[in-house]
């Protein structure tokens, strides 16, 4: 059974549409990440992205939501990011930045989203967009993220 805002598809299903929502996000994030792009080119290149028109309304308000979120909170996320890495931030690969400001931005911004979905979905983004291991790397920098921005959840056990 799945709950609100719970995602899960059968294997090899189709993916839910608020992850293709945030792939989506997330590709114009990364252009908005190495080409500094302004905004509304972002917004642009968002909406260009293949199958981004065949998403729901709701879920290309999200992507839009996430993409605004992420680049008008930037410096606030790099600053809570940056204690828990092993290096600078801007020597972190453009892809793993990204995903690690799409996680951070949606665990402080969507409550109504629980830490196990924002946590797995920017797994699941690492998996397919990043390095080798850049989903290990990206699980424990969000995991230690976690008990700043949502202590509640966090601290409860089989979150």
């Not at 609100?4 to 992850?19: D, F, I, L, T, V």
């Not at 308000?61 to 890495?85: H, K, S, W, Y």
């Not at 400001?101 to 979905?117: C, F, I």
């Amino acid at each position: 059974m799945t709950r609100p805002n719970q995602e899960s598809r059968p294997a090899n299903g189709p993916k839910p549409a608020r992850r293709r929502a945030r792939e989506a996000a997330l590709q114009a994030l990364y252009g908005w990440q190495i080409g500094s792009q302004d905004l509304a080119a972002c917004e642009t290149a968002l909406h260009e992205i293949e199958g981004f028109g065949q998403l729901r309304e709701a879920e290309q308000r999200f992507a839009v939501a996430l993409l605004r979120g992420c680049i008008a909170n930037q410096e606030t996320l790099r600053d809570q990011l940056t204690p828990l890495l092993d290096r600078p931030f801007a020597e972190l690969s453009p892809i793993e930045g990204c995903i690690l400001l799409l996680g951070a931005h949606e665990m402080a911004s969507s409550p109504e989203t629980p830490l196990r979905v924002v946590l797995n979905e920017a797994i699941e983004l690492a998996k397919t967009f990043g390095g080798t291991d850049g989903h290990k790397f990206v699980n424990g920098v969000l995991d230690r993220l976690a008990p700043t921005l949502r202590p509640l959840e966090s601290s409860r056990p089989g979150r």
